[in-house]
């Protein structure tokens, strides 16, 4: 099944408690198309704008993913857009210190004739008018179409992203974004009530991320609850969130279905996509992995969270 | 097996934004003792002291769920123990208004002489001292002590806490406490920090409550994570965190063994447990549950977290 991605590409700066890291690689629609690049059956297609500096070795990594990169437009003489992030010493928190915007402050999404007919659409954290640009320049409705956001447009265009989310199945956020969008201490409470902001009918997707927590995978009437990887060191959570989202919807479209198990199945790759990505700077904990590293996470997450009744206690009854 | 619980008995004013009571029955003793009774096979012991104000209903509440109270002093005249607290809007935080110790003051806990060999041992929450003294009233170490403790004793008394952490077995301690005391914002490392300053030999238990994020439980070297139960609506969270513990322990007891797997059934009872404590008031959810509905949650929290690794994905490494 096709996948398509709109969202941004950046060269960050990255301050950690650890190290240092300027120029980078980065932008919500690198870590999904990357991390997706791992289940995708078919070439993952980026729709995004960089500056002629983005550099000859994240063209290369695109290449060797199979990334498709011709919706990528490249600015003349233009500068990519860059995040300058410091992670306080918990790795939970972070400060903005700078954000360029650069090319990012005139992008038109401009969707490449093949295509206009994916099965499976992502649209990254950018401004909610420019996501729903994206659909329609689409000549059919996606099977699934994927959104993300952030507290900026919640507070800032909220009438904007509540048509978006009208015209989505599926959302993936973090718990304190979902909190202010909704208003509501509980996110089980919250939770429902953004699966009744997506589009009607089935499948309606909300995954809350809780990061060291875990994530919550509304689906419909059901509830699941995953576990999160149990890393002792995080070197650079930057992009882990993205990550996440490219291994859900990189792994629904090797499915090519979107039932619950698959939904619940894509969490947890999304989560094992996520460790790897928080064990090292940048995409590096993502470029090059196996089969064999994501299925071995995998299996340790379902021994972690594994748990059975005993027939002693139910013969009590 | 038998069970052995020490700690607070109380009257607390409780204000939540839904409502406030007044002489609502609590402290750890209590809770624990009323969870436990659910599974313990034999009388389940508590340790404490009350005053004279102490209401017929709560004798009469640990008489009908079997708890064995002669080991609860009774200070003529006395005062018992009372917290005010309140709880913010989000259920998840709260502010201590006042502590009145009352007869709590001058507690120093006896264990009655049909108590003396306990099978297992609570330690609830008080004065470190306190619960070395309990320890050293016993004929012969108990097959597994645990442990409770909070912020107060961990900034004010952290050696007196240290040397009972090296006489127990099992910790039960809430995130922010865990990352008090060994001062590491990873969950994980913390986690092994905690098992190390047990007592020498297996098991070594630490279970780091995360409210609705659910638990971890360490047990020598395996990690489980349990999910927590997904309550739309809190009623009152006073207790939850003893009534997680008296599940817990509860348990333990009725199986007589500590294996891992034991204790990963014991979280998920102590989940089960502590989630119908949150939906009444003080321990009015606790008070008179049936085994059906203590399955019935346990088979829910099973289901909230299964997941199974695909053929598919299997064939294609």
Known sequence: MSLLIVGSLALDIIETPFATRELALGGSATFISLAASYFAPEKVGVVGVVGDDFPERAWDLFRQRGIDTSGIEIVPEGKTFSWHGRYHYDMNTRDTIETNLNVFADFKPHVPG???SPDFLVLGNIQPDLQRQVIEQLDRRPRLV????????????????????????????????????????SLIVAGRKLQAMLAEGSPRIVVIKKGEHGALLFYDEFIFSAPAFPLEDIFDPTGAGDTFMGGFIGYLARRGAVTYEDAKRAVIYGTVLASYCCSKFSTEGIENLSMEEIVERFRALRILSTFDLEEEMLRSR
Do not use: C, K, Y
């Open 114 to 116: 093949h295509f206009t």
């Open 146 to 185: 994927l959104l993300d956001t952030m507290n900026f447009w919640i507070t800032g265009h909220r009438e904007s992203l509540e048509r978006t989310l009208r015209l989505s199945n599926a959302l993936v956020i973090n718990d304190s974004e979902a909190r202010l969008l909704i208003e509501h201490p």
